[in-house]
């Protein structure tokens, strides 16, 4: 069982709108990263978080955004939906600095039409 | 750039048969290592890690791997499969303190 929760579990949104995904981070786990698995490919790093703060990011455009917030809780927010952008978002969390993989949580499917 | 290689997209093996995932990345330092598992439906697992000491690591579900440098690999075996291990291994790569980067995946499909 995953301590990282992911909402919703299922999305279909519009190509244009705007959509935003949610993340529950494990409890203490400072850190958390957002990545892309578009289907049959391996996941796609986004950016990570840091105390609130972005402190890494891959080759994704400034569409998408994201936002962290003291109660370990995240945001990714992607602009001006494209066609491409149909994936499964994962988010990962863990203490920054500890010697343990990432806790990832079990995704939000994101279906762009 | 720093790159991630797993080697056979889809292996099909009968139970009781031994298990090999190859792994290969592109980075020179110094790197953590790492093996996630998805099983149908479910979220990413860690199988096990690498961060230093003894190259042969041992993980959950009777898995290893074993991190040659020299090579730049870090396989995953098992000697004796399940039906249950059905299911998409990804190999990544850490550097520092950085991001994972992801192998592409592999499917194993274990026959009853």
């Known amino acids: 069982e995953t301590g990282v929760t992911q909402s919703p579990t299922h999305l279909i949104k519009t190509r244009g709108q705007q959509v935003t995904l949610r993340c529950s981070s494990q409890?203490?786990?400072?850190?958390v990263s957002w990545y892309q698995q578009a289907l049959g490919q391996g996941p796609q790093f986004i950016f990570q978080?840091?105390?609130?703060?972005?402190?890494g990011r891959g080759n994704f455009p400034p569409r998408f955004s994201g936002l962290q917030f003291p109660n370990y809780s995240s945001e990714l927010n992607v602009n001006a939906l494209e066609l491409d952008d149909s994936a499964l978002y994962l988010c990962?969390?863990?203490?920054?600095?500890?010697?343990?993989?990432?806790?990832f949580g079990s995704g939000t499917r994101l279906t762009v039409v | 750039a720093q790159s991630v290689s797993q080697h056979n997209h889809h292996v099909i093996l009968s139970e009781a048969a031994s298990l090999e995932l190859g792994c290969n990345y592109s980075?020179?330092?110094?790197?953590?290592l790492f093996w996630y598992v998805q099983y149908p439906g479910q979220h990413l697992q860690l199988l096990l890690k690498y961060f230093s000491g003894d190259p042969l690591v041992k993980g959950i579900k009777g898995f290893e791997a074993e991190f040659i440098k020299s090579k730049f690999s870090f396989n995953l075996r098992k000697p004796s499969v399940q039906w249950s291990d059905t299911a998409e291994y990804f190999c990544a790569v850490r550097r520092s303190q950085g991001n994972l980067i992801f192998g592409k995946g592999t499917k194993l499909s274990v026959k009853p």
């Open positions: 980075y020179g330092g110094t790197v953590n």
């Open positions: 409890s203490g786990h400072n850190t």
């Open positions: 990962a969390s863990r203490f920054l600095g500890a010697n343990y993989g990432y806790t």
């Open positions: 978080y840091y105390r609130e703060e972005e402190n």
